[in-house]
């Protein structure tokens, strides 16, 4: 966005409220740009239509990724923290658990359909519903989960959050795990805990 700082000396400072916060204005944006290259791509002609194929299955592949690593970093570091500090903390932390599961679902099966042609109509229309389920998952952590973050320490408390949380991410699978899928393995494991141990790992080197 706009007027965003993303220099090196910016994102060594950046609190973890401010990082989460910036990821999610990433994530809408990705969003968006799917949407706008398979919109794009279906140009009623011959010319252009691989291209905006190509364009859409890109973008798509970029939003898989940072949400895989955003869900892996608030899986690993932010529900943890929330379950304490927020009063419902709980009940609060499974819901946004379950809403990651059904996201983690979603991507697999947009995975397997189509941008293009005569598949672009259905992914679409599940796009759009992932968009908004996504979008009502990031208000609730936005509302819920920030203010204790924002609350929960002094500026370098919540910068050593922001590293633990890039941490987490630099460790992160670049899709989710069958497990997010019905049948796919332990269906009450959310589709980002296989990478619990690799996060822990780097999180111990971060404070060497």
């Known amino acids: 966005m706009a007027g965003r700082d993303t220099s090196p000396g910016a994102v060594a400072e950046e609190d973890v409220v401010a990082l989460l916060t910036r990821r999610h204005d990433e994530i809408r944006e990705l969003f968006a740009a799917v949407e706008n290259a398979a919109v794009g791509g279906?140009?009623?002609?011959?010319?252009?239509?691989?291209?905006?194929?190509?364009?859409?299955?890109?973008?798509?592949?970029?939003?898989?990724?940072?949400?895989?690593?955003?869900?892996?970093?608030?899986?690993?570091?932010?529900?943890?923290?929330?379950?304490?500090?927020?009063?419902?903390?709980?009940?609060?932390?499974?819901?946004?658990?379950?809403?990651?599961?059904?996201?983690?679902r979603a991507l697999l099966r947009l995975e397997s359909m189509d941008c293009a042609g005569d598949g672009r109509a259905a992914f679409l229309r599940e796009f759009a519903a992932l968009r908004e389920e996504t979008e009502a998952h990031t208000r609730a952590e936005e509302r819920y989960e920030f203010p204790p973050l924002e609350a929960g320490g002094d500026p370098e408390w919540r910068r050593a959050m922001a590293q633990a949380v890039r941490a987490a991410e630099s460790v992160a699978p670049a899709r989710p795990y069958p497990a997010a899928v019905p049948g796919g393995g332990d269906a009450a494991a959310g589709p980002f805990a296989a990478v619990v141990d690799r996060a822990r790992g780097a999180l111990r080197r971060e404070e060497r």
Do not use: K, M
């Open 42 to 104: 279906d140009s009623g002609g011959d010319s252009g239509g691989d291209s905006g194929d190509d364009e859409c299955r890109a973008a798509f592949r970029r939003l898989v990724r940072l949400l895989t690593a955003h869900e892996t970093a608030e899986e690993e570091i932010v529900h943890p923290y929330a379950r304490g500090a927020v009063e419902g903390g709980e009940e609060i932390v499974a819901a946004r658990l379950e809403e990651e599961r059904q996201t983690g």
